[in-house]
């Protein structure tokens, strides 16, 4: 992705310079954010024309600045929907398939945010906005920035979350959370309110889900369904090393014991030592089960990864211990890590407790 030329006119005669009579205003420079956009508009209203004599003739040309090129233009995705229908869901899924998420935009900022995606040279290639009654009085605007970016050749989605009113009031009173819209009235009022409003955005909606009956990991296989293509969901694992001494680490999903396995604190020429080392690492993989529970182990892996691709589930940690993280977990760690890596999951290794002794 790159920025825009601001330089549209065609190359001069060689033999002849033309003579260039702009019959329109010159394009001014983008705007930065939050600059008044009648002063600095990023995009000229109105065509310009380039007048040129030629072998005695005027000729006319259209150089109206092409803005941003087609090339450059970050995918758009709008979710929005009734409050309590699961939109932060929707966004989250979104982030995690690798989209740039911005929760509660005010609409009128939307364009920009396209042009400064535009401007990030591949960086920023999709981007999601969720919008919503949060916005209060930004929210009237969001009409008007569709149209401004239709203008600009920008394409979007909408994606409208739908859900009945008792699942919306079941989902409220769990919460025990006012509905954004309900005032000194009841929930039900804060519901039949925002219908209204959300009307014709519904109505525009290139997708419309409803959530009345779905748990989460079913919304997430849906937004999966509709925005990961024909790719497996990606599936992000820290392998992390530890000592049981120093306790469990919280954010574990599965915990992997060591301990089964001669410990190299014990061989003097070892003990200065980590699992870095390929002497310690070759000892400990040397060891009667350590191969065999390293092969078993993978394969089982290769289970559990399959079923939380489909249940939504995005990132794993993988906790390997030992008696104190030293040895025998780091190089088992360092292993495993190689293990799932080959299979194609993005793989980071920690080792939490090494160097603590």
Sequence with gaps: ??????????????????????????????????????????????????????DGAQVSTDVTPPGIP????PELVIISGMSGAGRSTAAKCLEDLGWFVVDNLPPALIPTMVELGARSQGNVARIAVVVDVRGRRFFDNLRESLADLE??????????LESSDDALVRRFESVRRPHPLQGDGRIVDGIDAERELLRELRGDADLVIDTSSLNVHELRAKMDAQFAGDEEPELRATVMSFGFKYGLPVDADLVVDMRFLPNPHWVPELRPYTGLNEEVSAYVLNQPGAKEFLDRYAELLQLVAAGY?????????IAVGCTGGKHRSVAMSEK???????????????HRDMGRE
């Design 1 to 54: 992705m790159t920025e825009h030329e601001n330089d549209p006119h065609p190359t001069a005669d060689q033999e002849q310079a033309p003579t260039t009579v702009p019959t329109a205003a010159p394009q001014q420079a983008p705007r930065e954010p939050g600059e008044d956009a009648t002063t600095h508009p990023a995009v000229p209203d109105s065509p310009q024309q380039e007048v040129r004599q030629e």
């Design 70 to 73: 087609d090339a450059a233009i």
């Design 151 to 160: 203008a600009k050749g920008v394409t979007r989605r909408i994606v409208f």
């Design 309 to 317: 691709r489909r249940e939504g589930k995005r990132y794993v940690t």
């Design 336 to 350: 495993l890590a190689a293990r799932l890596a080959a299979e194609g999951v993005e793989t980071v290794v920690v």
